[in-house]
Nanobody
Framework: QVQLVESGGRLVQAGDSLRLSCAASGRTFSMGWFRQAPGKEREFVAAINPTGGTTYYAASVKGRFTISRDNAKNTVYLQMNSLKPEDTGVYYC???????????????????????WGQGTQVTVSS
């Protein structure tokens, strides 16, 4: 069982930048970030493959957010630039129990494919 702990969320103004971190207690494979706004379903934000060489983004954040990882530290990051009020929500990192879980892009977007979840970190963007 891998424990995931997110950090870095806070209140910022529109246009600001913020970096989220997700520290894992052990080895991880592909990892993803999701977010959930009040009254809305959890949505995919970004994902990264085990080596960090391939990344995936939701259309709403592409060009503004960057996902990266430091496998030596078992940590995944989400750099968020040009933040907008609609980016407000609780951000969760997640990972699968086994390698090879994701065979296509749509797999990364599906929260059912992920087994481990952090407790979430709140990001609030004021206008």
């Amino acid at each position: 069982q891998v424990q995931l702990v997110e950090s870095g969320g806070r209140l910022v103004q529109a246009g600001d930048s913020l970096r989220l971190s997700c520290a894992a207690s052990g080895r991880t494979f592909s990892m993803g970030w999701f977010r959930q706004a009040p009254g809305k379903e959890r949505e995919f934000v970004a994902a990264i493959n085990p080596t960090g060489g391939t990344t995936y983004y939701a259309a709403s954040v592409k060009g503004r957010f960057t996902i990266s990882r430091d496998n030596a530290k078992n940590t995944v990051y989400l750099q968020m630039n040009s933040l907008k009020p609609e980016d407000t929500g609780v951000y969760y990192c997640a990972g699968p129990r086994r390698p090879g879980t994701f065979l296509r892009y749509s797999d990364y977007e599906s929260f059912e494919k992920y087994d481990y979840w952090g407790q979430g970190t709140q990001v609030t963007v004021s206008s």
